[in-house]
Nanobody
Framework: QVQLVESGGGLVQPGGSLRLSCAAP????????MGWYRQAPGKERELVAG???????NYVDSVKGRFTISRDNAKATMYLQMNSLKPEDTAVYFC???????WGQGTQVTVSS
């Protein structure tokens, strides 16, 4: 059973920042494009940002300029730096190797005053 472990979520005020981390097995991490997804209550899960093994990134329009995805291949860890958070960013955030069947347990991000 492949394990992905997300961390770093929490409660933050609008305009605040959080940094999410995702630790993955090195055998998975080194070959897969990795993605951060989120799912808000009553909504479908959506891809927020992705990063290839070589570091090429892409973002959904709603987070461009506010979120930064990165990865440390030596540590087999992916990050999502989230700045200027908005209430609509509230969701459970998951990491996922694109094309695999593996999902982490998710970490809750709540943006509220």
């Amino acid at each position: 059973q492949v394990q992905l472990v997300e961390s770093g979520g929490g409660l933050v005020q609008p305009g605040g920042s959080l940094r999410l981390s995702c630790a993955a097995p090195a055998s998975i991490f080194k070959i897969y494009t990795m993605g951060w997804y989120r799912q808000a209550p009553g909504k479908e899960r959506e891809l927020v940002a992705g990063i290839t093994a070589g570091g090429v990134t892409n973002y959904v329009d709603s987070v461009k300029g506010r979120f930064t995805i990165s990865r440390d291949n030596a540590k087999a860890t992916m990050y999502l730096q989230m700045n200027s958070l908005k209430p609509e960013d509230t969701a459970v955030y998951f990491c996922h190797p694109l094309g695999s069947a593996t999902w982490g347990q998710g970490t809750q991000v709540t943006v509220s005053s």
